[in-house]
């Protein structure tokens, strides 16, 4: 596809919940990147591929929060026994290489609403 | 520490004003600095970056921004204001820690133009 994209784009799940978040780079990026955005709030920083190698989880809450990239496209960012407080938009973005002026490309995101 | 600070939450302007959206830094080696764009529903779209070179850089939608490193400041100007720039505005600095990079974001100026 043209740009990255996410799904689903809306879940609703009951405190305890198990969920799993899916992310499509555009194809050929090397980094991707997982960002937690909280109402009101600009995007923190979750984790970090490059290709398949997870290089960097230092801003996963807990480890409630596990991301993995098997074959180094696509990627999903599962939640264990979710919580209230895990209620965020949920942002994946790609860039080309590894350098640090790349440009992240966003996805549109996946509101959790947690219950 | 490594941090963005948007210190103006919300900016009201009317259309054809001009604008402009502060943004300080704090990083310790050279600075890889971003504008984005989040409209409702959509995903951060780039504006500009800056990492050398030119201080003044300019980017798409008639938005510029000038680099001051003596006041380490990322300030994003626009000569006049369409209805259509209502939107929510973060500036980002890319860090690299131990080989690997991640935006920091500010929280965002959430920007309301009038008619």
């Known amino acids: 596809g043209a740009g990255v994209s996410q799904s689903p784009r809306y879940k609703v799940a009951k405190r305890g919940q198990d969920v799993a978040l899916r992310c499509d780079p555009i194809?050929?990026?090397?980094?991707l990147f997982w960002y937690q955005q909280a109402l009101g709030q600009g995007p923190e920083f979750l984790t970090y591929?490059?290709?398949?190698?997870?290089?960097?989880k230092s801003g996963l809450p807990s480890d409630r929060f596990f991301a993995e990239r098997p074959e180094g496209s696509v990627s999903t960012l599962k939640i264990q026994r979710t919580q209230q407080e895990d209620s965020a938009v949920y942002l994946c973005?790609?860039?080309?290489?590894?350098?640090?002026?790349?440009?992240?490309?966003f996805g549109p995101g996946t509101r959790l609403t947690v219950l | 520490a490594q941090s963005v600070t948007q210190p103006d939450i919300h900016i009201t302007v009317s259309e054809g004003a001009s604008l402009e959206l502060r943004c300080n830094y704090s990083?310790?080696?050279?600075?890889?600095l971003f504008w984005y764009v989040q409209s409702p529903g959509q995903g951060l779209q780039l504006l500009l970056k800056?990492?050398?070179?030119?201080?003044l850089v300019q980017g798409i939608k008639g938005f510029e921004a000038e680099f001051k490193r003596s006041q380490s400041s990322f300030n994003l100007r626009k000569p006049s204001v369409h209805w259509s720039d209502a939107a929510e505005y973060f500036c980002?600095?890319?860090?690299?820690?131990?080989?690997?990079?991640?935006?920091?974001f500010g929280t965002g100026t959430r920007l309301k133009v009038l008619a």
């Open positions: 973005a790609s860039s080309f290489s590894t350098f640090q002026g790349d440009e992240q490309f």
């Open positions: 194809s050929g990026h090397v980094s």
């Open positions: 591929f490059q290709n398949e190698a997870q290089l960097d």
């Open positions: 990083y310790g080696a050279t600075p890889y």
């Open positions: 800056y990492f050398s070179g030119d201080t």
């Open positions: 980002a600095v890319a860090t690299l820690t131990s080989g690997t990079y991640k935006y920091i």
